[in-house]
């Protein structure tokens, strides 16, 4: 008689951290904003309360409500879930929720967009008074170290380089441990490449001032137009300040070296940008290329098209036709780093693309005017070892008549301040400093880095996160006193837990937005709109509420399968631990709960598979033996001096 093999089944035991993960969105924010708290607090209609939930950690809510990346829809488990046809089959996974989104609708309604800094603050004060007690006034916004006993500095200055995302959040969070923060600012306005590098369809101007207000009422002061190492030089800063902070960023577009690239005709994608924020004049042809693949390269040639639009209608009898854009990238349509939606609008807006190209030279005309580019194919970008490794076919050529070129392929730091005052700053290259990774401090004491500088071009909400974190460490130097994190978890059971009915059909709102003749027709005009409040409460309501999930006391379970029959979505699976693929520690754990020769046909174990689970609470009505319950579980970090 032949005996049956057994399929095993790979399995992990849940970690000592494993019910903080199960809140991906939250884990995935580097500020650990608590996203799941603030979309369900939407869902039931507390829109007040949905705002101080992501304003808390993050002074910057109201500008990530419109531009953040947002890596907490890419962790949503929503989109991790399957959906099937009515006879079951399956179609595709679902779509995470709109978080961002939500966070916009919120802010639009109780953040600086609607009140003045001081009703902000007022709000923010008394929202952590309910859930933190006794905590000190100063540390009253900082969620990473609200709960804790903070010993606060004594108004000592700390110079901050750049306003941009990273120094104004150490700014932020250095007035709350009771420094007085003193921010220079190269441009004639605050908020660095945010209100100089993003363009105002995306991201008005008006709302960067307002959330600058409300950092400004903490005490923080910003002087604009100061050039480091002309107005003032390094070396002074460090004289009179306590520390220093150099969070300028990466402003400066990166060069191609290409034949023909210096000279007229030729610009910055970056230093466009900034002209159009500030209002002055670049000259542009009628045909123009823009080099590069990501949000920025379409950034800039989606402001071209505008600039174009709206000069048209104003002097439509001087123009004998519309202005062309192109843009060229080395990667395909599938591999372009810019989003989706950047690449669908600007689409529809007229941009012409020319994915898999490569640029080779910059052909002058007699007068030295730009008449062409000529671009060869790009087989490749990334090598195997998935390093940038472009390889192309030399004999695929072809030339782009234009008369201008705009080249947005990565920007660079300008550190030429260090001379005077900053030697002992080593770079490990031109503009990037050495950097610790734990205290981002520099190799000259009392000298630290946040944003760029810290971790390279990223996310507007990894710069907040890099500013916050510099703050800590800058405390930590002045007052020589350590700042200790303690994550505090706290678990609920739920016994009258519902959901909202067919939550689990409801597909995601799609964000309305404005035509692409609306969108052209005056180049400020906002491309995305808000949700109304009763489709932010449907999105919201989408929410798997991941910090909610079924507990199973084994000591009660009869083993009857019911749960396993009625889950919806078969997250739950029970099986013969001779099914289980051994590894040590679930070998550990068997031995400790069954002894040294368990009987592996006649015990049984439960498979939760987490990502599937869509916290329904069917498995809970339908035990007869109350071996299941709900469970809410947060978690939360404190910061306290030792």
């Known amino acids: 008689m032949l005996e049956t093999q057994i399929t095993q089944i790979p399995a992990e035991l849940p970690r000592s951290d494993h019910h903080k993960n199960l809140i991906a969105c939250q884990v995935a924010c580097p500020v650990h904003t608590d996203a799941r708290g603030y979309v369900r607090a939407i869902a039931d209609g507390d829109f007040e309360q949905a705002y101080l939930i992501a304003r808390g950690p993050n002074p910057f809510a109201s500008i990530c409500g419109r531009i953040c990346g947002a890596p907490c829809e890419l962790s949503c488990r929503r989109g991790k879930i399957p959906r099937t046809d009515d006879d079951g089959s399956f179609v595709a996974l679902d779509r995470p929720i709109a978080i961002r989104a939500l966070k916009r609708f919120v802010c639009e309604a109780y953040g600086a967009e609607a009140r003045p800094p001081d009703q902000i603050l007022q709000a923010l004060r008394s929202h952590v008074s309910q859930i933190a007690g006794d905590a000190e006034e100063m540390a009253f916004l900082l969620r990473a170290a609200t709960q804790g006993r903070l010993i606060p500095a004594h108004g000592d200055g700390v110079a901050i380089i750049g306003s941009g995302p990273a120094g104004l959040s150490a700014a932020h969070d250095l007035a709350l441990l009771g420094f007085t923060p003193v921010v220079f600012e190269l441009e004639e306005v605050a908020a660095g490449m945010l209100a100089v590098g993003v363009p105002e ?10 959330e600058v207000a409300v950092i400004e009422a903490l005490g923080v002061k910003i002087r604009c137009s100061s050039k480091i190492g002309q107005d003032v030089s390094f070396r002074s800063l460090r004289e009179n300040f306590s520390s220093v902070i150099i969070a300028v960023g990466a402003k400066r577009p990166r060069a191609l070296g290409l034949p023909g690239e210096q000279g007229p005709g030729v610009y910055g994608g970056v230093d466009f940008l900034r002209a159009v924020a500030l209002g002055e004049s670049l000259r542009l042809g009628s045909d123009v290329v823009v080099i590069g693949g990501g949000n920025v390269a379409y950034d800039v040639a989606r402001t071209v098209v505008r600039q174009a639009a709206y000069d048209a209608a104003r002097v439509a009898a001087r123009l004998s036709a519309t202005r062309r854009v192109r843009l060229i990238s080395l990667e395909t349509l599938e591999e372009m780093p810019a989003d989706t939606v950047e690449i669908r609008e600007g689409e529809e807006e ?17 007068r030295g005017n730009v008449v062409g580019l000529e671009i060869k194919q790009c087989l490749r970008v990334y090598d195997e070892q998935k390093r940038f490794a472009p390889k192309f076919d030399e004999a695929n050529r072809q030339i782009l008549n234009c008369d201008t070129i705009l080249i947005a392929a990565g920007q660079a730091p300008d550190l030429s301040f260090l001379d005077e005052g900053g030697t002992d700053v080593e770079q490990f290259r031109p503009g990037w400093p050495k950097v610790d990774p734990v205290t981002l401090m520099t190799t000259a004491k009392g000298v630290f880095v946040a944003g760029d500088l810290a971790h390279g071009t990223r996310l507007l909400i990894d710069a907040v996160a890099s500013g916050k974190k510099a703050a800590r460490s800058v405390y930590e130097y002045v007052t020589g006193r350590a700042l200790h994190p303690e994550t505090l978890m706290s678990f609920i059971r739920l016994d009258r837990y519902q959901r909202e009915r067919r939550y689990e059909q409801i597909r995601r709102v799609e964000l309305s937005t404005a035509s692409a003749q609306e969108r052209l027709r005056e180049p400020t005009a906002q491309v995305e709109k808000c949700f109304t409040s009763n489709e932010a409460m449907r999105e919201a309501s989408r929410c798997l509420d991941c910090g909610v999930t079924p507990v199973f006391d084994g000591n009660r379970c009869i083993l009857c399968g019911g749960c396993a029959d009625v889950c919806p979505t078969l997250c739950l699976k029970i099986i013969p631990l001779a099914a289980l693929k051994p590894t040590p520690d679930i070998a550990e754990l ?24 869509i916290r329904c609470a069917l498995c809970v009505a339908r035990c007869p033996a109350d071996a299941i319950a709900m469970e809410r579980v947060s978690f939360q970090t404190e910061w306290r001096t030792a």
Do not use: H, M, T
Request: net charge negative; with cysteine; glycine share 12%.
């Open 201 to 210: 369809y995306r991201l008005p101007r008006e709302l960067i001032r307002r």
């Open 350 to 366: 007229g941009i012409e693309r020319l994915s898999g190209w490569g640029p080779v030279a910059i052909q002058r005309g007699e």
């Open 590 to 613: 068997l031995g400790s709960e069954l002894g040294d020769e368990p009987n592996l046909e006649k015990n049984s174990a439960i498979l939760k598979d987490e990502d599937r689970c």
